[in-house]
């Protein structure tokens, strides 16, 4: 009963993200949040994060930087493995200047990690919301080759 209620956990919370969670099929324009020019900084050419594969933990790992900058960073990482829709989210308030996360292609519980086969479509989306009061958007294509 224990298992049926963890499996019934799991795919009430996928449901409810990926439902929530914007599609990622295709690039959207990006839409500058407009704010008043006295409190812009300048903030061109900054990045706020990068991914790598990490094929020895099956995994994603983003790296965050410049958060001083930034008041608040979100992450959703969608993609199909298994044959089924997964996805993974989060957020950071920073609290340094750099910052990362490692986001495992597969489900994780009780400290038994079971990974998830033939990943396909595997999209990440950073959003980082800049202190000046704009947001910057960054889009990855990951093709895990495992």
Do not use: E
């Not at 020019?37 to 991914?51: D, E, L, Q, R, Y």
Request: aromatic content about 8%; some cysteine.
């Amino acid at each position: 009963m224990i298992h049926g209620r963890r499996v019934l956990f799991v795919f009430l919370f996928l449901v409810v993200t990926l439902s929530v969670s914007p599609p990622v099929h295709a690039a959207k324009p990006r839409v500058q949040k407009s704010v008043p020019a006295a409190s812009k900084k300048v903030v061109a050419g900054v990045t706020f994060s990068s991914a790598k594969l990490s094929t020895a933990s099956r995994s994603v790992v983003v790296s965050f930087v410049n958060l001083d900058k930034v008041s608040k960073i979100s992450y959703l990482l969608n993609y199909t493995g298994s044959g089924q829709s997964q996805g993974v989210g989060g957020s950071i308030t920073p609290s340094g200047t750099t910052d990362s996360r490692d986001l495992y292609f597969g489900t994780c519980s009780k400290g038994v990690c079971t990974p998830h086969y033939n990943i396909k479509n595997a999209t990440l989306v950073v959003t980082a919301t800049l202190k000046s009061g704009g947001a910057r958007t960054k889009r990855y294509l990951l093709r895990p080759k495992w």
